[in-house]
């Protein structure tokens, strides 16, 4: 799984958590004046995951404000873009003369090399903690040109639409669900991330040509994979609708997945297989006729299912179930195979 570091302040003591809290905030970002009305019992979690070209912290705390004053920076200078998605409470930024309120489901996004304000409150008193996600991203590794950066600092940005849903739900993702991916795929994960972050960044500068032509491309075909995976169920997805979803020609489509190892055709039937070859193999689908979990991935004409199923995995989908439902049978057969070809 992908390698996670976890700060809780709770293992400390009530009176000494907000110092720990205040010496985590220094070393992992930058140094803050933070002021907390439950500073004397700051009970607070910190998980960290590292992506090679970017770091990923999910944050739960209590309500918090936070100041880095130009005293501040001028004694630490990281060097680091942040991206933050508010995922509990309501938060506020404020730099460059922007201030702007963030709702659960926005970004915002500063420059930790500047002076700033953030604040973070919950708005469930009765539990009084907010959360977030934040993308830590160094001054380098942003592929936008860096004197146009101030005009997105301190603003809000929606994370329930476009590309910065896609992003939002990539956070979400990778930060609660770090076990579902190995540690080898942390750098191409990073990669994607950043991918994402440069397009919404770009898009909100209303200059797409600011980003890579390589970046926007792999930002793309992100959302057409994770287009392909909403709707594998339904029975007319083609390239062609994939296309017109995404309001690019076909040609531009098939153009876009040249530097893929699939084309758009093949990895969605690849993928519809895959799911289907799952659910043959579950013991709770056992009593559900093949062509039915068929139709569920796609496949709507059972002939055709059959002849795909054959050339991915060399035999028929209700022989591959039989091979998988029952071990003890299997060895019977392979034992009864054997003594049969003695005998003869």
């Given at each position: 799984?992908?390698?996670?570091?976890?700060?809780?302040?709770?293992?400390?003591?009530?009176?000494?958590?907000?110092?720990?809290?205040?010496?985590?905030?220094?070393?992992?970002?930058?140094?803050?004046?933070?002021?907390?009305?439950?500073?004397?019992?700051?009970?607070?979690?910190?998980?960290?995951?590292?992506?090679?070209?970017?770091?990923?912290?999910?944050?739960?705390?209590?309500?918090?404000?936070?100041?880095?004053?130009?005293?501040?920076?001028?004694?630490?200078?990281?060097?680091?873009?942040?991206?933050?998605?508010?995922?509990?409470?309501?938060?506020?930024?404020?730099?460059?003369?922007?201030?702007?309120?963030?709702?659960?489901?926005?970004?915002?996004?500063?420059?930790?090399?500047?002076?700033?304000?953030?604040?973070?409150?919950?708005?469930?008193?009765?539990?009084?903690?907010?959360?977030?996600?934040?993308?830590?991203?160094?001054?380098?590794?942003?592929?936008?040109?860096?004197?146009?950066?101030?005009?997105?600092?301190?603003?809000?940005?929606?994370?329930?639409?476009?590309?910065?849903?896609?992003?939002?739900?990539?956070?979400?993702?990778?930060?609660?669900?770090?076990?579902?991916?190995?540690?080898?795929?942390?750098?191409?994960?990073?990669?994607?991330?950043?991918?994402?972050?440069?397009?919404?960044?770009?898009?909100?500068?209303?200059?797409?040509?600011?980003?890579?032509?390589?970046?926007?491309?792999?930002?793309?075909?992100?959302?057409?994979?994770?287009?392909?995976?909403?709707?594998?169920?339904?029975?007319?997805?083609?390239?062609?609708?994939?296309?017109?979803?995404?309001?690019?020609?076909?040609?531009?489509?098939?153009?876009?997945?040249?530097?893929?190892?699939?084309?758009?055709?093949?990895?969605?039937?690849?993928?519809?297989?895959?799911?289907?070859?799952?659910?043959?193999?579950?013991?709770?689908?056992?009593?559900?006729?093949?062509?039915?979990?068929?139709?569920?991935?796609?496949?709507?004409?059972?002939?055709h299912f059959s002849r795909a199923f054959r050339a991915a995995y060399g035999m028929s989908p209700q022989a591959?179930?039989?091979?998988?439902?029952?071990?003890?049978?299997?060895?019977?057969?392979?034992?009864?195979?054997?003594?049969?070809?003695?005998?003869?």
């Amino acid at each position: 799984m992908l390698h996670r570091d976890t700060v809780d302040t709770t293992v400390l003591p009530p009176g000494e958590r907000f110092g720990m809290w205040l010496d985590l905030v220094a070393r992992t970002s930058a140094p803050m004046r933070i002021q907390s009305a439950h500073a004397d019992d700051f009970a607070a979690r910190a998980d960290f995951i590292d992506l090679g070209p970017i770091q990923l912290i999910n944050y739960r705390y209590p309500s918090l404000d936070a100041t880095r004053t130009r005293k501040l920076v001028r004694q630490s200078d990281p060097e680091l873009y942040m991206l933050a998605l508010t995922t509990g409470g309501v938060g506020t930024s404020s730099q460059d003369g922007r201030r702007s309120e963030i709702l659960a489901g926005e970004f915002t996004f500063y420059d930790a090399s500047r002076p700033h304000d953030v604040g973070h409150h919950a708005t469930e008193p009765e539990r009084d903690q907010a959360s977030s996600v934040i993308v830590m991203v160094p001054h380098a590794a942003l592929p936008l040109p860096p004197q146009r950066m101030a005009a997105l600092y301190g603003g809000r940005m929606s994370g329930s639409e476009g590309v910065g849903a896609l992003l939002a739900q990539f956070l979400l993702q990778v930060t609660g669900h770090p076990e579902q991916y190995h540690a080898a795929d942390a750098a191409r994960l990073g990669a994607v991330g950043l991918d994402l972050a440069t397009t919404m960044l770009g898009r909100h500068l209303v200059a797409e040509d600011a980003v890579p032509t390589e970046v926007r491309r792999r930002a793309l075909v992100t959302q057409v994979q994770a287009y392909v995976h909403r709707h594998l169920g339904d029975a007319t997805l083609s390239p062609q609708t994939v296309a017109d979803a995404h309001h690019i020609s076909l040609r531009s489509l098939h153009r876009l997945f040249e530097a893929e190892e699939a084309t758009v055709a093949s990895y969605i039937r690849d993928l519809r297989l895959a799911r289907c070859r799952r659910d043959l193999t579950d013991p709770v689908l056992r009593t559900q006729p093949v062509q039915m979990i068929a139709a569920r991935w796609g496949f709507a004409d059972k002939a055709h299912f059959s002849r795909a199923f054959r050339a991915a995995y060399g035999m028929s989908p209700q022989a591959y179930r039989e091979s998988h439902s029952d071990p003890a049978r299997i060895v019977n057969r392979a034992a009864s195979m054997v003594n049969s070809s003695q005998a003869d």
